[in-house]
């Protein structure tokens, strides 16, 4: 006996290494043979390639929408979202999360622009920021500055000029310049040109801010207060005053550093910061956009499932706007998220068991309806609606009237009628009509009171839908009112058993077009005689 034991031990030893499945690099049909312990999922590269592997099922069944990028041996970039991740065969990647706020480019002068990698599908690979030198626009040019003072004037003077941060003023061929402290006199911006003054007073600003001006500036004699302004570009001309001596600060003898203009305030002249749109110089590339500096994916709808191939036996299915419930976290096969739009971050679409059979070779019993499920078609009870009624409604506390529509769908899970409040006065000729009901374990009754009045033309709620009063005298004509027209109701409450079908025979054979008629409800309400006349209350 205990020989026999020892060798049942030792043939468990034997087989347990096998019952244990290494499920990385198994092939996706050896990975479906190994569902549930083994989980074939995919990856996306930043080129847009998708590719299978094989990953042993964690304890929240892969479910865990963990982004995480790794490179293969061949240096491709690949992005899981599943936290079941291949243990060998990739190295961890983490993705460049520079942003033009962090480069900082303004204080180099320079503008900011994401540069699209040439793969880019995936978040693995976004957008790079750099900084770059505009093309064209505004700012120091380089050169040399010429300019003199004529009797009266006042060199170009560091003084009384405020230069940003960073920057230091000196004074170049007469001329105050905001320079870096790293750049030489030589090099600072400059402009060609002449400054020339001739007596008299004059107080006012000379403006240049950016690219290059040629021209001159002019002041001769006399008293003369007001400024000129360039702004960018190239522009050439003159401005000439006749006026007085020259005092006090001017704009005309200061250089501003790109991004920056001068402005007199007070007794200095200041180089005041441009007012910057954070996306004016970012260049975000296809399918982002620039806010608040920051380069956004754009947002683009789409169907999930149109990029999934699931695999034989099952079909994919949607994230529901209720969240996954657990039969789908539990059954599913493979697990997909959304790459359309923004960053994938939640699991969107899953692949689930395709369920077997149809309902379209079952037919339910009356109140039943067929569902799909996974494990076949399945005959359901349909729920019927809980339908308003005129008591509902409080019509009457309104002044109104209430009157029940029979609706022309007539689906079990619809109502047949609704009620609706509709103003007295709105009714044409004088047409009324009551309604009384017994309990709903009682046989029910509907008394229709019919005043006829005078119409004219055919169109009167008098004479119910514009049918004329010979018409409506007739008791077959009676019959056809129910189903396309306005039936009148009070405050008495309807349902399921008391919805009864009109026979021609339930009207009293004593009916005459002028006087009130009765209508006896009896006979039982069949759905297949929907389409046939009958009335509700």
């Known amino acids: ?48 390639e998708s590719k299978s592997y094989c990953a042993e099922r964690d304890s929240n069944d892969c479910l865990a929408s963990k982004i995480s990028c790794k490179k293969d041996p061949q240096g491709n970039i690949y992005e899981f979202w599943s936290s079941c991740t291949p243990s060998s065969g990739f190295t961890d990647f983490i993705p460049s999360n520079a942003t033009c706020s962090s480069l900082n480019c303004n204080a180099q002068q320079m503008s900011c622009k994401y540069v699209q990698q040439a793969c880019h599908e995936t978040s693995c690979c976004p957008d790079i920021p750099q900084c770059q030198i505009p093309a064209t626009g505004g700012g120091p040019a380089t050169g040399s500055a010429t300019g003199q003072g004529t009797s009266g004037g006042t060199p170009g003077s560091c003084d009384k000029v405020n230069c940003p941060n960073g920057y230091i003023c000196t004074i170049v061929n007469q001329l105050a310049v905001c320079v870096s402290p790293s750049s030489s006199s030589s090099s600072s911006s400059s402009t060609t040109g002449s400054h020339t003054t001739t007596g008299g007073s004059t107080t006012g600003s000379h403006t240049t801010t950016g690219g290059s001006t040629t021209g001159s500036h002019t002041t001769t004699g006399g008293s003369t207060t007001g400024s000129h302004t360039t702004t960018g570009g190239s ?6 005053t006749t006026g007085g001596s020259t005092t006090g600060p001017t704009c005309g003898n200061v250089n501003c550093p790109r991004g920056y203009h001068c402005e007199v305030r007070g007794s200095q002249a200041v180089c005041v910061a441009d007012e910057f749109d954070s996306c004016a110089n970012v260049d975000c590339g296809s399918g982002y956009h620039c806010k608040n500096g920051e380069c956004i994916r754009d947002k683009v709808e789409c169907d999930a499932c149109d990029q999934i191939n699931c695999p034989k036996g099952h079909h994919c299915i ?7 419930i657990g039969s789908h976290k539990k059954r599913h096969w493979q697990l997909h998220p959304e790459h359309c739009g923004g960053r994938p971050n939640k699991i969107k679409v899953i ?27 399945t005959c359901v009870k349909i729920e019927k609606p809980k339908c308003l009624t005129c008591k509902d409604m409080h019509c009457e506390s309104n002044g109104l009237l209430c009157v029940l529509t029979p609706q022309k769908k007539t689906d079990e899970e619809c109502c047949p009628i609704i009620p609706i409040c509709i103003n007295p006065s709105t009714i044409a000729a004088s047409t009324i009509a009551t309604t009384t009901a017994s309990t709903r374990h009682s046989t029910a009754s509907t008394i229709a009171s019919l005043v006829t009045g005078t119409t004219s033309g055919g169109g009167g709620m008098g004479s119910f839908g514009g049918r004329s009063d010979e018409e409506s005298s007739d ?31 339930d009207i009293d054979e004593d009916f005459n077009g002028n006087d009130e008629f009765e209508i006896d409800v009896e006979g039982d309400f069949q759905e297949d005689d929907f389409e046939e006349e009958y009335a509700f209350y």
């Not at 522009?235 to 000439?240: A, D, K």
């Not at 068991?353 to 996974?374: E, N, R």
């Open 1 to 48: 006996m205990r020989i026999l034991k020892l060798a049942a031990l030792s043939c468990l030893l034997f087989i347990a290494p096998s019952l244990s499945i290494n499920c990385d690099g198994l092939s996706k049909d050896q990975c479906e043979q190994n569902f549930p312990q083994c989980q074939i999922l995919t990856a996306k590269s930043c080129c847009g």
């Open 235 to 240: 522009t050439t001309g003159s401005h000439t």
């Open 318 to 324: 949607s994230q529901p706007k209720g969240g996954w």
């Open 351 to 377: 692949c689930v068991p395709s369920p077997k059979g149809t309902c379209k070779t079952v037919q339910c019993p009356k109140g039943y309806k067929c569902k799909l499920y996974a494990d076949g078609p």
């Open 475 to 505: 008791p077959n004509a009676i019959l056809g009112l129910f189903e396309d027209d306005i039936f009148w109701g009070d405050n008495d409450e309807y349902f399921s058993d008391n919805y009864r079908y009109v026979d021609e025979e």
